[in-house]
């Protein structure tokens, strides 16, 4: 079982920048793959980014440039560094873990609200 906790949402104007931190407990962090999804009201959940435990990371278009995924494995957290935040962007994010480069797994967690406005 995998437990995972999100922090460092809020409130942020346009073209600033917020930084997502997702906390892993409950297995070997450092063999998973890890995601951030996110969630606008009325939209289906979607893809953000997603990095696997060699490093090997990928994006949806529309963040392509302005966010980065990262991870720690000393510290079984993975990070979302987001840059040149846009209205659009704003959405509950949650992180995933599990899965492959290209597909979900079964983890999520409860979720950090990201709202952009000025």
């Known amino acids: 079982q995998v437990q995972l906790v999100e922090s460092g949402g809020g409130l942020v104007q346009p073209g600033g920048s917020l930084r997502l931190s997702c906390a892993a407990s409950?297995?070997?962090?450092?063999?998973?793959?890890m995601g951030w999804y996110r969630q606008a009201p009325g939209n289906q959940r979607e893809l953000v980014a997603r990095i696997t435990n060699g490093g090997t990371t990928k994006y949806a278009d529309s963040v392509k440039g302005r966010f980065t995924i990262s991870r720690d494995n000393s510290k079984n957290t993975v990070y979302l560094q987001m840059n040149s935040l846009k209205p659009e962007d704003t959405a509950v994010y949650y992180c995933n873990s599990g899965g492959g480069l290209t597909y979900a797994g079964n983890y999520w967690g409860q979720g950090t609200q990201v709202t952009v406005s000025s």
């Open positions: 409950g297995s070997i962090f450092s063999i998973y793959a």
